[in-house]
């Protein structure tokens, strides 16, 4: 924060040299074009080392305006009361609708593909997590208010359908290649752009709407395998080999079918967060529903011309696995451009004598980080030395925000409080030892 110059000449108004200056009770009167605004009495001029201490807060609190932050926090209550219900719905849909003991065990089954999705997610997200309550938001957004849609517009649908003399085979191709992608799509999509909207700081590029969607996707996909798993066992009475096949094909061969679809909506409004505007944010979100929607129908129509086991497997070798490896190869390439990032970004704080520039390889890489947390390790420090990689990272995103003009006066502020935080950490550690720049050996 600057300060403004102070006046050579004293103003009008103010107090002479040598003269007693007024204490509080005896403040100077106001006219009435003062107490209109203007500053025809301005107050008096404040002591040299009153000035001094004054050129910067007392505290980086102080810098964040708090209007900027009350909206958000009005936005997270909100959201909390609308996932809230969503997660009542859903748990009453199943009670309902499946029963507690097919629930349970349809729930056990869904936690395996759960885990393979979330172990995925943790891999992407890996080089500058996501805030914990944001993930937990994108979950659950996933797996109750996407639910609660989904199921809405099918419960209207299977009126209507009703209503025209019942299912065909056209009303079922409709259904699950046009009905269902469009909607899942643009309700877990949907999740990725409010989360966008209400905590815009966090969504710095394309990996940000990349782990948020596949967290809105994950949870979706456990909410539906729990579905398809209890309804098959209720159907097949035990876990049978039916129930084994559908479990091998959703948990296991296609546990990341959906993070795929809506990852393209994540991207896309990663690409948006680069602008930060709200108008953006918005047009991208319909862009990107286009690639997932297209992807999620090709997905379900070729059931339709899939006829036997073996021509299933075929198709999901020929076309689902190229994907899934390009989506692989694309997610690597987007985390190396982040680290070139973290790399630049600190280097320019190295410059500015924040941190030694040694260390700009030690925490903007994977090698460096993995041999600084070794070297921790075996001094009971590591907890420090993630706090401290943590926060450098954290740190390099805040200052790109900053240079590409992206909510700039919250960004400065966390700047200032990432800046104390890595000065602390990075104290910790030299306290401890020395020599903590020097690289450790390795064989």
């Known amino acids: 924060m600057t300060q403004a110059p102070a006046e050579n000449t004293a103003p009008a108004g103010t107090v002479a040299p040598g003269a007693p200056t007024p204490g509080p009770s005896a403040p100077a009167p106001l006219t009435a074009h003062a107490a209109s605004g203007a500053s025809a009495h301005p107050p008096m001029e404040a002591p040299a080392e009153v000035k001094a201490a004054t050129t910067s807060t007392p505290h980086a609190i102080f810098d964040t305006d708090p209007r900027k932050r009350r909206g958000a926090r009005i936005a997270l209550i909100v959201a909390g009361v609308v996932l809230g219900i969503a997660l009542l719905l859903v748990l009453g849909y199943f009670l309902a609708f499946i029963g507690p003991g097919l629930t349970f065990l349809g729930a056990l089954l869904a936690l395996i593909p ?23 938001i994108a979950f659950l957004w996933g797996a109750t208010a996407a639910i609660v849609i989904a199921l809405t517009v099918d419960l209207g649908a299977s009126l209507l359908i009703a209503a025209g003399g019942g299912e065909t085979n056209w009303t079922i191709f409709i259904h699950t290649v046009i009905q269902a992608p469009v909607v899942e799509e643009s309700a877990k999509g949907l999740g990725v752009l409010l989360i966008y909207l209400i905590a815009r700081r966090f969504f710095d590029g394309p990996v940000d709407g990349i782990v948020y969607a596949a967290l809105v996707a994950g949870g979706f996909a456990f909410a539906e395998n729990i579905q398809y798993f209890a309804l098959q066992i209720g159907e097949s009475g035990s876990l049978d080999l039916q129930v084994g096949q559908i479990f091998f ?147 390099a995103f805040t200052r790109n925000r900053i240079v590409s003009g992206r909510d700039r006066v919250a960004s400065q502020a966390d700047e200032t409080l990432l800046l104390t935080q890595v000065s602390e950490s990075r104290a910790r550690l030299a306290a401890t030892a020395p020599t903590m720049a020097a690289p450790v050996p390795t064989t």
Not at 119 to 135: F, M, N, Q, S, T
Request: net charge positive; charged share 15%; aromatic share 14%.
């Open 114 to 136: 759960l885990t393979i999705v979330l172990l995925g997610v943790r891999w992407i997200d890996r080089w500058e997590p996501e805030p914990r309550l944001l993930v937990l």
């Open 249 to 395: 094909i959703r948990g296991i061969l296609s546990p990341f079918a959906h993070v795929m679809f809506t990852a393209f909506t994540g991207f896309f409004i990663g690409l948006a967060a680069r602008k930060g505007t709200t108008a953006a944010g918005v047009g991208f979100f319909f862009l990107g529903l286009i690639p997932a929607i297209l992807l999620h129908a090709f997905w379900n129509g070729i059931l339709f011309f899939v006829y036997n086991a073996f021509q299933f497997y075929l198709y999901y070798l020929v076309v689902q696995v190229p994907l899934f490896v390009l989506g692989i190869v694309a997610v690597t390439i987007l985390r190396r451009r982040e680290a070139k990032m973290t790399q630049l970004r600190l280097a320019e704080y190295a410059t500015a004598g924040w941190i030694h520039p040694s260390e700009v390889n030690t925490l903007g890489t994977g090698a460096g980080r993995r041999q600084a947390l070794a070297w921790a390790r075996q001094r009971g420090m590591r907890p420090v030395m993630k706090e401290y990689i943590k926060d450098a990272t954290h740190l």
